[in-house]
Protein backbone atom coordinates (compact mmCIF):
# COMPACT_ATOMS: atom_id res chain seq x y z
CA UNK A 1 0.00 0.00 0.00
CA UNK A 2 1.53 3.50 -0.96
CA UNK A 3 1.95 6.49 1.08
CA UNK A 4 -1.22 8.01 -0.22
CA UNK A 5 -3.60 4.89 -0.35
CA UNK A 6 -2.51 4.57 3.83
CA UNK A 7 -3.39 8.00 4.36
CA UNK A 8 -7.03 7.59 2.34
CA UNK A 9 -7.67 4.56 4.62
CA UNK A 10 -7.18 6.71 8.13
CA UNK A 11 -9.33 9.27 6.53
CA UNK A 12 -12.17 6.94 5.44
CA UNK A 13 -12.24 5.58 8.70
CA UNK A 14 -11.54 8.19 11.30
CA UNK A 15 -12.51 11.67 9.93
CA UNK A 16 -15.04 10.72 6.24
CA UNK A 17 -18.61 12.08 6.86
CA UNK A 18 -21.21 9.30 6.66
CA UNK A 19 -24.69 8.24 7.11
CA UNK A 20 -25.37 5.99 9.82
CA UNK A 21 -25.78 3.10 7.21
CA UNK A 22 -22.29 3.83 6.22
CA UNK A 23 -23.07 4.86 3.19
CA UNK A 24 -20.02 8.28 2.19
CA UNK A 25 -21.43 12.27 2.75
CA UNK A 26 -17.42 13.04 2.20
CA UNK A 27 -16.77 11.62 -1.63
CA UNK A 28 -13.17 13.28 -1.18
CA UNK A 29 -10.90 15.28 1.32
CA UNK A 30 -11.68 17.74 -0.49
CA UNK A 31 -15.19 17.96 1.37
CA UNK A 32 -14.43 17.27 4.24
CA UNK A 33 -12.55 20.86 3.99
CA UNK A 34 -15.39 22.30 2.87
CA UNK A 35 -17.58 20.88 5.68
CA UNK A 36 -14.91 21.93 8.11
CA UNK A 37 -14.45 25.19 6.23
CA UNK A 38 -18.16 26.12 5.91
CA UNK A 39 -19.01 25.04 10.01
CA UNK A 40 -16.56 27.25 11.24
CA UNK A 41 -17.48 30.13 9.21
CA UNK A 42 -20.78 29.93 9.84
CA UNK A 43 -20.17 32.09 13.34
CA UNK A 44 -18.76 34.96 11.38
CA UNK A 45 -21.43 38.04 11.16
CA UNK A 46 -22.22 40.76 8.16
CA UNK A 47 -24.01 38.36 5.83
CA UNK A 48 -23.70 35.31 3.63
CA UNK A 49 -21.10 36.87 1.59
CA UNK A 50 -18.75 37.91 4.52
CA UNK A 51 -19.50 34.40 5.56
CA UNK A 52 -18.45 32.87 2.20
CA UNK A 53 -15.51 34.88 2.01
CA UNK A 54 -14.01 33.72 5.01
CA UNK A 55 -15.19 29.76 3.51
CA UNK A 56 -13.10 30.69 1.07
CA UNK A 57 -10.27 31.67 2.93
CA UNK A 58 -10.64 28.32 5.26
CA UNK A 59 -11.00 26.23 2.68
CA UNK A 60 -7.97 27.55 1.57
CA UNK A 61 -5.49 26.68 4.01
CA UNK A 62 -7.27 23.29 4.81
CA UNK A 63 -5.88 22.40 0.73
CA UNK A 64 -2.97 20.67 0.39
CA UNK A 65 -2.82 19.46 4.12
CA UNK A 66 -1.57 22.79 4.83
CA UNK A 67 -3.38 23.18 8.33
CA UNK A 68 -4.45 20.44 10.33
CA UNK A 69 -7.18 20.84 12.29
CA UNK A 70 -7.25 18.48 15.20
CA UNK A 71 -9.06 15.14 14.80
CA UNK A 72 -12.41 16.11 16.72
CA UNK A 73 -12.46 18.85 14.31
CA UNK A 74 -12.25 16.82 11.12
CA UNK A 75 -14.48 14.41 12.53
CA UNK A 76 -17.42 16.25 13.87
CA UNK A 77 -17.14 20.04 12.45
CA UNK A 78 -20.50 20.27 10.71
CA UNK A 79 -21.92 16.67 11.08
CA UNK A 80 -24.77 17.79 13.59
CA UNK A 81 -23.42 14.72 16.30
CA UNK A 82 -23.70 15.35 19.54
CA UNK A 83 -19.69 15.57 20.18
CA UNK A 84 -17.43 18.17 20.96
CA UNK A 85 -14.56 20.19 18.60
CA UNK A 86 -12.10 19.93 21.35
CA UNK A 87 -9.40 17.34 22.29
CA UNK A 88 -8.36 18.29 25.54
CA UNK A 89 -9.80 18.31 28.79
CA UNK A 90 -8.98 18.25 32.81
CA UNK A 91 -11.84 18.03 34.63
CA UNK A 92 -12.78 19.98 37.68
CA UNK A 93 -11.32 19.70 41.24
CA UNK A 94 -11.91 15.81 42.66
CA UNK A 95 -13.75 16.81 46.12
CA UNK A 96 -12.43 14.56 49.08
CA UNK A 97 -16.20 12.84 49.75
CA UNK A 98 -17.33 9.93 48.38
CA UNK A 99 -20.73 12.02 47.43
CA UNK A 100 -18.83 14.19 45.05
CA UNK A 101 -16.51 11.92 43.76
CA UNK A 102 -18.75 10.19 42.01
CA UNK A 103 -20.43 13.54 40.61
CA UNK A 104 -17.13 14.00 39.38
CA UNK A 105 -17.09 10.61 37.52
CA UNK A 106 -20.09 11.26 36.12
CA UNK A 107 -19.23 14.36 34.65
CA UNK A 108 -15.68 12.45 33.57
CA UNK A 109 -17.95 9.82 31.66
CA UNK A 110 -19.90 12.19 30.33
CA UNK A 111 -17.12 14.36 28.77
CA UNK A 112 -15.31 11.20 27.59
CA UNK A 113 -18.10 9.88 25.87
CA UNK A 114 -18.12 12.94 23.41
CA UNK A 115 -14.72 12.54 22.45
CA UNK A 116 -11.59 14.17 23.73
CA UNK A 117 -8.81 13.13 26.16
CA UNK A 118 -9.01 14.12 29.80
CA UNK A 119 -6.79 14.82 32.81
CA UNK A 120 -7.32 14.67 36.76
CA UNK A 121 -5.58 15.86 39.58
CA UNK A 122 -5.97 12.99 42.32
CA UNK A 123 -4.19 14.86 44.71
CA UNK A 124 -6.54 16.46 46.74
CA UNK A 125 -8.19 13.19 47.42
CA UNK A 126 -7.03 12.12 51.29
CA UNK A 127 -4.17 9.15 51.88
CA UNK A 128 -4.87 5.53 51.51
CA UNK A 129 -5.53 4.67 55.64
CA UNK A 130 -6.61 8.52 56.84
CA UNK A 131 -9.77 8.40 59.25
CA UNK A 132 -13.23 8.79 57.23
CA UNK A 133 -14.94 10.43 60.08
CA UNK A 134 -18.25 9.38 60.73
CA UNK A 135 -18.33 5.88 59.42
CA UNK A 136 -15.54 4.70 61.58
CA UNK A 137 -13.04 3.41 58.47
CA UNK A 138 -10.51 4.64 56.42
CA UNK A 139 -10.10 5.93 53.66
CA UNK A 140 -8.95 4.03 50.39
CA UNK A 141 -6.70 6.67 49.04
CA UNK A 142 -6.17 8.35 45.32
CA UNK A 143 -5.13 5.44 43.74
CA UNK A 144 -8.02 3.08 44.21
CA UNK A 145 -10.06 5.62 43.01
CA UNK A 146 -8.25 5.82 39.71
CA UNK A 147 -9.18 1.99 39.29
CA UNK A 148 -12.66 3.24 39.29
CA UNK A 149 -12.20 5.78 36.70
CA UNK A 150 -10.38 3.45 34.68
CA UNK A 151 -13.62 1.03 34.83
CA UNK A 152 -15.43 3.79 33.66
CA UNK A 153 -13.39 4.72 30.84
CA UNK A 154 -13.02 1.10 29.57
CA UNK A 155 -16.85 0.99 29.77
CA UNK A 156 -17.35 3.94 27.85
CA UNK A 157 -14.77 3.37 25.09
CA UNK A 158 -15.52 0.28 24.23
CA UNK A 159 -17.87 1.14 21.47
CA UNK A 160 -15.53 2.79 19.78
CA UNK A 161 -12.30 1.96 17.94
CA UNK A 162 -10.49 4.55 19.74
CA UNK A 163 -9.07 3.82 23.08
CA UNK A 164 -9.44 5.93 26.00
CA UNK A 165 -6.73 8.38 26.59
CA UNK A 166 -6.85 9.76 30.31
CA UNK A 167 -4.17 11.51 32.57
CA UNK A 168 -3.64 11.10 36.12
CA UNK A 169 -1.16 13.59 38.10
CA UNK A 170 -0.66 13.53 41.51
CA UNK A 171 2.14 15.94 43.53
CA UNK A 172 5.46 14.15 44.79
CA UNK A 173 4.33 15.29 48.32
CA UNK A 174 1.16 13.33 48.12
CA UNK A 175 1.40 10.87 51.00
CA UNK A 176 0.51 8.01 48.35
CA UNK A 177 3.00 9.02 45.72
CA UNK A 178 4.96 6.08 45.96
CA UNK A 179 2.19 3.48 45.55
CA UNK A 180 1.02 5.95 42.05
CA UNK A 181 4.90 5.81 41.16
CA UNK A 182 4.23 1.92 41.22
CA UNK A 183 0.42 1.49 40.65
CA UNK A 184 0.71 0.35 37.04
CA UNK A 185 3.46 -1.77 37.06
CA UNK A 186 0.95 -4.27 38.23
CA UNK A 187 -0.33 -5.63 34.55
CA UNK A 188 -3.30 -4.96 33.50
CA UNK A 189 -3.92 -2.06 35.91
CA UNK A 190 -4.99 1.63 35.21
CA UNK A 191 -4.16 0.69 30.75
CA UNK A 192 -6.60 3.68 29.76
CA UNK A 193 -4.30 6.35 32.06
CA UNK A 194 -1.21 8.57 31.25
CA UNK A 195 0.19 9.06 34.57
CA UNK A 196 2.62 11.68 35.39
CA UNK A 197 4.09 13.07 38.67
CA UNK A 198 4.16 16.65 39.56
CA UNK A 199 6.97 17.74 40.67
CA UNK A 200 7.78 21.16 42.39
CA UNK A 201 10.71 23.57 42.13
CA UNK A 202 10.74 22.75 46.06
CA UNK A 203 11.55 19.11 45.46
CA UNK A 204 13.98 19.81 43.06
CA UNK A 205 15.84 22.10 44.86
CA UNK A 206 15.56 18.85 47.93
CA UNK A 207 16.74 16.10 45.26
CA UNK A 208 19.93 18.66 44.65
CA UNK A 209 20.49 19.31 47.58
CA UNK A 210 20.13 15.90 49.42
CA UNK A 211 17.86 17.35 51.52
CA UNK A 212 14.40 15.08 53.48
CA UNK A 213 11.13 15.25 51.75
CA UNK A 214 7.85 15.65 53.65
CA UNK A 215 4.70 13.87 52.74
CA UNK A 216 1.71 16.12 53.63
CA UNK A 217 -2.10 16.02 53.22
CA UNK A 218 -4.08 19.38 54.37
CA UNK A 219 -1.08 20.73 56.40
CA UNK A 220 -0.65 17.66 57.88
CA UNK A 221 2.66 15.70 57.28
CA UNK A 222 2.61 11.85 56.91
CA UNK A 223 5.92 10.92 56.79
CA UNK A 224 9.67 12.03 55.60
CA UNK A 225 12.00 10.38 53.03
CA UNK A 226 15.52 11.55 51.41
CA UNK A 227 14.06 13.96 48.41
CA UNK A 228 16.76 11.16 46.25
CA UNK A 229 15.09 8.18 47.14
CA UNK A 230 11.86 9.36 46.07
CA UNK A 231 13.15 11.01 42.52
CA UNK A 232 15.35 7.37 42.32
CA UNK A 233 11.91 5.66 42.68
CA UNK A 234 10.21 7.98 40.10
CA UNK A 235 13.21 7.52 38.05
CA UNK A 236 13.54 3.69 38.64
CA UNK A 237 9.78 3.41 37.10
CA UNK A 238 10.09 5.27 34.21
CA UNK A 239 13.70 3.67 33.25
CA UNK A 240 11.63 -0.07 33.20
CA UNK A 241 8.27 0.85 32.76
CA UNK A 242 8.19 4.26 31.15
CA UNK A 243 5.74 5.38 33.29
CA UNK A 244 5.12 7.88 35.37
CA UNK A 245 6.09 10.77 33.54
CA UNK A 246 7.43 13.99 35.45
CA UNK A 247 5.38 17.71 35.18
CA UNK A 248 7.23 20.89 36.14
CA UNK A 249 4.67 21.84 37.78
CA UNK A 250 5.95 25.31 39.11
CA UNK A 251 6.95 26.32 36.04
CA UNK A 252 3.50 25.73 34.06
CA UNK A 253 2.21 27.95 36.63
CA UNK A 254 5.18 30.45 36.48
CA UNK A 255 4.88 30.80 32.66
CA UNK A 256 1.04 30.45 32.50
CA UNK A 257 -0.29 33.56 30.43
CA UNK A 258 -3.53 33.31 33.39
CA UNK A 259 -1.61 33.27 36.19
CA UNK A 260 -3.32 35.84 37.83
CA UNK A 261 -6.30 33.89 37.28
CA UNK A 262 -5.82 30.33 37.62
CA UNK A 263 -3.94 27.77 39.11
CA UNK A 264 -2.90 24.66 37.58
CA UNK A 265 -2.61 21.06 38.71
CA UNK A 266 -2.78 18.75 36.00
CA UNK A 267 -2.43 18.26 31.52
CA UNK A 268 -4.57 16.32 29.33
CA UNK A 269 -3.03 13.02 28.23
CA UNK A 270 -0.38 13.80 26.16
CA UNK A 271 0.94 16.80 28.11
CA UNK A 272 0.47 19.58 25.68
CA UNK A 273 -2.39 21.82 27.54
CA UNK A 274 -1.61 22.27 31.20
CA UNK A 275 -5.27 23.13 32.12
CA UNK A 276 -7.28 24.56 35.40
CA UNK A 277 -10.39 22.79 36.57
CA UNK A 278 -13.07 22.21 33.31
CA UNK A 279 -10.09 23.87 31.12
CA UNK A 280 -10.75 22.83 28.09
CA UNK A 281 -8.36 23.37 24.25
CA UNK A 282 -8.57 22.79 20.86
CA UNK A 283 -6.02 22.25 19.19
CA UNK A 284 -4.17 22.69 15.04
CA UNK A 285 -1.44 22.37 13.57
CA UNK A 286 0.66 23.43 10.65
CA UNK A 287 2.24 21.32 8.50
CA UNK A 288 5.53 22.73 8.16
CA UNK A 289 6.50 19.90 5.12
CA UNK A 290 4.30 21.59 3.09
CA UNK A 291 5.72 24.67 2.90
CA UNK A 292 9.00 23.62 2.13
CA UNK A 293 9.89 24.65 -1.46
CA UNK A 294 12.84 23.10 -3.86
CA UNK A 295 12.89 20.28 -1.38
CA UNK A 296 16.83 18.64 -0.90
CA UNK A 297 18.35 21.16 -3.26
CA UNK A 298 20.41 24.25 -2.59
CA UNK A 299 17.55 26.12 -2.84
CA UNK A 300 15.42 24.42 -0.24
CA UNK A 301 13.39 26.51 1.98
CA UNK A 302 10.39 26.95 3.65
CA UNK A 303 8.20 29.44 2.19
CA UNK A 304 7.87 32.19 5.04
CA UNK A 305 5.82 34.72 3.52
CA UNK A 306 2.88 31.81 2.82
CA UNK A 307 3.34 30.69 6.26
CA UNK A 308 2.82 33.93 7.72
CA UNK A 309 -0.21 34.66 5.24
CA UNK A 310 -1.33 31.04 6.84
CA UNK A 311 -1.14 31.89 10.51
CA UNK A 312 -3.92 34.55 10.82
CA UNK A 313 -6.30 32.97 9.19
CA UNK A 314 -6.36 29.28 10.76
CA UNK A 315 -6.15 31.15 14.19
CA UNK A 316 -9.08 32.82 13.20
CA UNK A 317 -10.39 29.60 12.69
CA UNK A 318 -9.79 27.94 16.10
CA UNK A 319 -11.16 30.39 17.44
CA UNK A 320 -14.01 30.62 15.79
CA UNK A 321 -14.31 26.73 17.18
CA UNK A 322 -15.13 28.30 20.70
CA UNK A 323 -18.30 29.38 19.21
CA UNK A 324 -19.11 26.67 17.18
CA UNK A 325 -18.66 23.38 19.16
CA UNK A 326 -20.50 21.59 21.61
CA UNK A 327 -18.88 20.89 25.15
CA UNK A 328 -20.05 18.33 27.36
CA UNK A 329 -20.60 20.10 30.98
CA UNK A 330 -21.25 24.13 31.21
CA UNK A 331 -18.66 24.28 33.22
CA UNK A 332 -16.52 23.36 30.48
CA UNK A 333 -18.01 26.11 27.77
CA UNK A 334 -17.61 28.54 30.74
CA UNK A 335 -14.28 28.22 31.06
CA UNK A 336 -13.56 27.91 27.74
CA UNK A 337 -15.50 30.76 26.48
CA UNK A 338 -13.79 32.92 29.66
CA UNK A 339 -10.23 32.75 28.49
CA UNK A 340 -10.53 31.27 24.79
CA UNK A 341 -7.36 29.15 25.12
CA UNK A 342 -6.38 27.94 21.51
CA UNK A 343 -3.77 25.80 20.57
CA UNK A 344 -1.72 26.49 17.19
CA UNK A 345 0.98 24.18 16.90
CA UNK A 346 2.81 22.52 14.37
CA UNK A 347 3.42 19.33 12.97
CA UNK A 348 5.90 17.58 10.15
CA UNK A 349 8.91 19.70 11.63
CA UNK A 350 11.67 16.93 11.18
CA UNK A 351 10.78 16.10 7.61
CA UNK A 352 10.29 20.15 6.82
CA UNK A 353 14.21 19.93 7.99
CA UNK A 354 15.31 16.74 5.77
CA UNK A 355 13.50 18.48 2.91
CA UNK A 356 15.89 21.63 3.47
CA UNK A 357 18.63 19.60 3.97
CA UNK A 358 19.04 20.05 8.02
CA UNK A 359 19.79 17.29 10.34
CA UNK A 360 17.25 16.80 13.06
CA UNK A 361 19.52 18.64 16.34
CA UNK A 362 21.95 20.63 14.27
CA UNK A 363 22.62 23.98 14.67
CA UNK A 364 21.27 24.64 11.48
CA UNK A 365 18.33 23.08 12.30
CA UNK A 366 17.84 24.86 15.50
CA UNK A 367 18.75 28.37 13.50
CA UNK A 368 15.33 26.84 10.97
CA UNK A 369 13.16 26.42 13.68
CA UNK A 370 14.19 29.48 15.51
CA UNK A 371 12.72 31.43 12.67
CA UNK A 372 9.34 29.74 11.88
CA UNK A 373 8.58 29.49 15.59
CA UNK A 374 9.21 33.78 15.62
CA UNK A 375 7.20 33.71 12.61
CA UNK A 376 4.35 31.59 14.16
CA UNK A 377 4.46 33.02 17.60
CA UNK A 378 4.74 36.48 16.39
CA UNK A 379 1.86 36.40 13.96
CA UNK A 380 -0.43 34.15 15.96
CA UNK A 381 -0.27 36.62 18.58
CA UNK A 382 -0.88 39.81 16.62
CA UNK A 383 -4.07 37.66 14.72
CA UNK A 384 -5.44 37.41 18.34
CA UNK A 385 -4.68 41.12 18.77
CA UNK A 386 -6.88 41.84 15.46
CA UNK A 387 -9.63 39.61 16.83
CA UNK A 388 -10.04 40.98 19.46
CA UNK A 389 -9.92 44.54 18.17
CA UNK A 390 -13.15 43.45 16.08
CA UNK A 391 -14.81 41.09 18.06
CA UNK A 392 -13.41 41.70 21.69
CA UNK A 393 -11.02 40.41 23.91
CA UNK A 394 -11.42 36.93 26.21
CA UNK A 395 -13.58 38.16 29.09
CA UNK A 396 -11.17 37.64 31.63
CA UNK A 397 -8.74 39.55 29.74
CA UNK A 398 -6.95 42.39 32.53
CA UNK A 399 -4.03 44.16 30.76
CA UNK A 400 -1.75 44.83 32.65
CA UNK A 401 -1.28 41.43 34.86
CA UNK A 402 -1.63 40.39 30.89
CA UNK A 403 1.26 42.52 29.73
CA UNK A 404 2.89 41.51 33.05
CA UNK A 405 3.31 37.66 32.63
CA UNK A 406 6.47 35.84 31.33
CA UNK A 407 5.66 34.64 27.61
CA UNK A 408 3.95 38.17 26.78
CA UNK A 409 7.05 39.94 28.58
CA UNK A 410 8.97 37.89 26.11
CA UNK A 411 7.61 39.00 22.63
CA UNK A 412 8.84 41.39 20.38
CA UNK A 413 8.45 45.17 21.84
CA UNK A 414 5.92 45.86 18.52
CA UNK A 415 3.79 42.81 19.14
CA UNK A 416 3.09 43.78 22.75
CA UNK A 417 2.18 47.23 21.94
CA UNK A 418 -0.43 45.62 19.50
CA UNK A 419 -1.79 43.80 22.66
CA UNK A 420 -1.83 47.08 24.53
CA UNK A 421 -3.34 48.44 22.10
CA UNK A 422 -6.13 46.13 20.79
CA UNK A 423 -6.52 43.53 23.81
CA UNK A 424 -6.16 39.74 22.48
CA UNK A 425 -8.53 37.31 21.85
CA UNK A 426 -7.12 33.86 23.09
CA UNK A 427 -5.25 33.96 26.49
CA UNK A 428 -3.18 31.13 25.55
CA UNK A 429 -2.32 30.57 21.81
CA UNK A 430 0.48 28.27 21.09
CA UNK A 431 0.86 24.26 21.85
CA UNK A 432 2.63 21.34 19.70
CA UNK A 433 0.10 18.11 19.59
CA UNK A 434 1.11 15.38 19.07
CA UNK A 435 -0.80 14.59 15.97
CA UNK A 436 -0.84 10.91 16.23
CA UNK A 437 -3.90 10.67 13.79
CA UNK A 438 -3.43 13.64 11.64
CA UNK A 439 -0.38 13.36 10.63
CA UNK A 440 -1.28 10.18 9.24
CA UNK A 441 -3.40 11.28 7.06
CA UNK A 442 -1.30 14.34 5.49
CA UNK A 443 0.58 11.51 4.46
CA UNK A 444 2.38 10.38 6.95
CA UNK A 445 4.80 13.69 8.10
CA UNK A 446 6.63 13.42 10.87
CA UNK A 447 4.86 14.22 14.20
CA UNK A 448 4.75 17.58 15.87
CA UNK A 449 8.27 18.08 16.73
CA UNK A 450 8.75 14.77 17.08
CA UNK A 451 11.99 13.36 14.98
CA UNK A 452 10.76 11.15 11.80
CA UNK A 453 9.67 7.95 13.98
CA UNK A 454 11.14 5.33 10.99
CA UNK A 455 11.51 6.05 7.35
CA UNK A 456 9.72 2.89 6.56
CA UNK A 457 7.51 0.69 8.95
CA UNK A 458 4.51 -1.67 10.30
CA UNK A 459 1.56 -0.13 11.73
CA UNK A 460 -1.40 -2.08 13.05
CA UNK A 461 -4.71 -0.48 12.52
CA UNK A 462 -7.76 -1.27 14.37
CA UNK A 463 -10.47 -1.62 11.42
CA UNK A 464 -14.07 -0.63 12.96
CA UNK A 465 -15.15 -4.60 12.76
CA UNK A 466 -12.50 -4.65 15.53
CA UNK A 467 -9.80 -6.64 13.30
CA UNK A 468 -6.37 -5.46 13.01
CA UNK A 469 -4.64 -4.91 10.04
CA UNK A 470 -1.03 -4.64 9.20
CA UNK A 471 0.29 -2.02 7.39
CA UNK A 472 3.54 -0.65 5.87
CA UNK A 473 4.19 2.64 6.04
CA UNK A 474 6.51 4.86 4.18
CA UNK A 475 7.94 8.51 5.71
CA UNK A 476 6.54 11.73 3.69
CA UNK A 477 9.81 13.17 2.98
CA UNK A 478 11.49 9.47 2.58
CA UNK A 479 8.67 8.89 -0.27
CA UNK A 480 9.28 12.46 -1.57
CA UNK A 481 13.13 12.00 -2.00
CA UNK A 482 13.05 8.11 -3.68
CA UNK A 483 10.29 9.86 -6.09
CA UNK A 484 12.98 12.22 -6.81
CA UNK A 485 16.16 10.42 -7.14
CA UNK A 486 15.31 6.93 -7.53
CA UNK A 487 15.78 3.96 -5.18
CA UNK A 488 19.34 3.58 -5.83
CA UNK A 489 20.32 6.70 -4.55
CA UNK A 490 22.19 6.84 -1.01
CA UNK A 491 19.75 8.68 1.76
CA UNK A 492 22.01 12.17 2.78
CA UNK A 493 23.67 12.33 6.14
CA UNK A 494 19.67 14.96 7.30
CA UNK A 495 17.89 11.16 6.91
CA UNK A 496 18.07 10.54 10.58
CA UNK A 497 14.99 8.63 12.49
CA UNK A 498 14.36 8.53 16.44
CA UNK A 499 16.35 5.73 17.23
CA UNK A 500 19.63 7.35 15.66
CA UNK A 501 19.60 10.59 17.43
CA UNK A 502 21.52 11.16 20.74
CA UNK A 503 18.80 12.30 23.13
CA UNK A 504 20.15 15.63 23.51
CA UNK A 505 19.19 16.41 19.90
CA UNK A 506 15.22 15.23 21.27
CA UNK A 507 15.89 17.79 24.16
CA UNK A 508 17.52 20.68 22.57
CA UNK A 509 14.29 21.09 20.15
CA UNK A 510 11.78 20.68 22.77
CA UNK A 511 13.45 23.39 25.10
CA UNK A 512 14.61 25.60 21.92
CA UNK A 513 10.32 24.48 20.94
CA UNK A 514 9.23 25.76 24.90
CA UNK A 515 10.69 29.46 24.16
CA UNK A 516 8.45 30.36 21.72
CA UNK A 517 5.68 27.86 22.93
CA UNK A 518 2.59 29.19 25.35
CA UNK A 519 1.26 25.92 26.59
CA UNK A 520 3.12 22.87 26.26
CA UNK A 521 4.45 20.08 24.11
CA UNK A 522 3.62 16.78 23.72
CA UNK A 523 7.39 15.08 22.87
CA UNK A 524 8.88 11.61 23.49
CA UNK A 525 12.73 11.67 24.05
CA UNK A 526 13.43 7.80 22.25
CA UNK A 527 16.16 6.38 24.20
CA UNK A 528 18.20 3.84 22.90
CA UNK A 529 17.38 0.17 25.62
CA UNK A 530 21.16 0.23 26.77
CA UNK A 531 21.06 3.70 28.17
CA UNK A 532 22.36 3.41 31.75
CA UNK A 533 20.16 5.23 34.59
CA UNK A 534 22.69 7.40 35.50
CA UNK A 535 22.50 9.02 32.26
CA UNK A 536 18.95 8.47 32.24
CA UNK A 537 18.27 10.60 35.27
CA UNK A 538 20.84 13.01 33.53
CA UNK A 539 18.17 13.66 30.53
CA UNK A 540 15.87 14.75 33.29
CA UNK A 541 17.95 17.37 35.35
CA UNK A 542 18.73 18.43 31.92
CA UNK A 543 15.36 19.16 31.06
CA UNK A 544 14.57 20.87 33.80
CA UNK A 545 17.52 23.06 33.91
CA UNK A 546 16.73 24.25 29.54
CA UNK A 547 13.02 24.90 31.02
CA UNK A 548 11.08 22.06 29.67
CA UNK A 549 7.90 21.83 31.40
CA UNK A 550 7.68 18.95 31.18
CA UNK A 551 9.86 15.68 30.40
CA UNK A 552 8.60 11.83 28.62
CA UNK A 553 11.26 9.62 27.80
CA UNK A 554 10.66 5.81 25.89
CA UNK A 555 13.27 3.54 26.23
CA UNK A 556 12.22 -0.16 24.43
CA UNK A 557 13.36 -3.17 27.01
CA UNK A 558 11.12 -6.64 27.91
CA UNK A 559 8.44 -4.89 29.73
CA UNK A 560 7.34 -1.97 27.51
CA UNK A 561 7.88 -3.77 24.20
CA UNK A 562 8.11 -1.16 21.03
CA UNK A 563 5.54 0.46 20.31
CA UNK A 564 5.60 0.43 16.50
CA UNK A 565 7.51 -2.04 14.64
CA UNK A 566 10.83 -0.83 12.84
CA UNK A 567 12.17 -3.09 9.92
CA UNK A 568 15.09 -2.14 7.69
CA UNK A 569 14.78 -0.38 4.42
CA UNK A 570 13.66 -2.32 1.44
P1 LIG B 1 -5.23 13.93 16.46
O1 LIG B 1 -4.07 13.49 15.62
O2 LIG B 1 -6.42 12.99 16.36
O3 LIG B 1 -5.62 15.33 16.23
P2 LIG B 1 -3.41 14.00 18.75
O4 LIG B 1 -2.62 12.74 18.59
O5 LIG B 1 -2.75 15.28 18.34
O6 LIG B 1 -4.82 13.83 18.01
O7 LIG B 1 -3.85 14.12 20.26
C1 LIG B 1 -4.24 15.37 20.78
C2 LIG B 1 -4.96 15.18 22.08
O8 LIG B 1 -6.16 14.45 21.87
C3 LIG B 1 -4.22 14.38 23.14
O9 LIG B 1 -3.33 15.12 23.89
C4 LIG B 1 -5.36 13.88 23.99
O10 LIG B 1 -5.79 14.85 24.91
C5 LIG B 1 -6.44 13.63 22.97
N1 LIG B 1 -6.45 12.22 22.55
C6 LIG B 1 -5.51 11.55 21.85
N2 LIG B 1 -5.84 10.27 21.67
C7 LIG B 1 -7.03 10.10 22.27
C8 LIG B 1 -7.92 8.99 22.47
N3 LIG B 1 -7.63 7.78 22.04
N4 LIG B 1 -9.07 9.21 23.16
C9 LIG B 1 -9.36 10.43 23.63
N5 LIG B 1 -8.57 11.50 23.47
C10 LIG B 1 -7.43 11.35 22.82
New binding site residues.
Partial sequence: MDETAFARLIWDM?YRLKRPDGTPVDNSVEDSWFRIAEALSAVEVGGKRVRQTWSRKFAAALADYRF?????I?AGAGTQRSVTLF???VMGQLPDDLNGLFEHLREAALT?QQ?????YDFSTIRPRGAPVSGVGADASGPVSFMDVWDSMCATI?SAGT????M?ATLRCDHPDIEEFIHAKQQKGRLTNFNMSVTVTDAFMAAVEEDRPWDLVFEGHSYRSLRARDLWDQIMRATYDYAEPGVIFIDRINARNNLSYCETIAAT??????PLPPYGACL?G?INLAALVRDPFTAKARLDEAALEKLVPIVVRMLDNVIDVSRFPLREQEREAKAKRRIGLGVTGLADAFIQCRARYGSPESIDLMKRWFTRIRDQAYLASADIAAEKGSFPLFDQEAFLAGENIRNLPDKVRKVIAKKGIRNALVTSI????????VAGNVS??IEPVFAFCHHRRVLLPNGEAEEHEVVNHAYALFREKFGEETALPDYFVDAQSLAPEDHLKIQAVAQDYIDSSI?KTINLPEETSFTAFKDIYSEAYRLGCKGCTTYRPNPVTGAVLSTKPEP
Fill in positions: KLPAGRWNCFMGGGIGMRRGAMNPCGEQLSAPTGTISLSGS
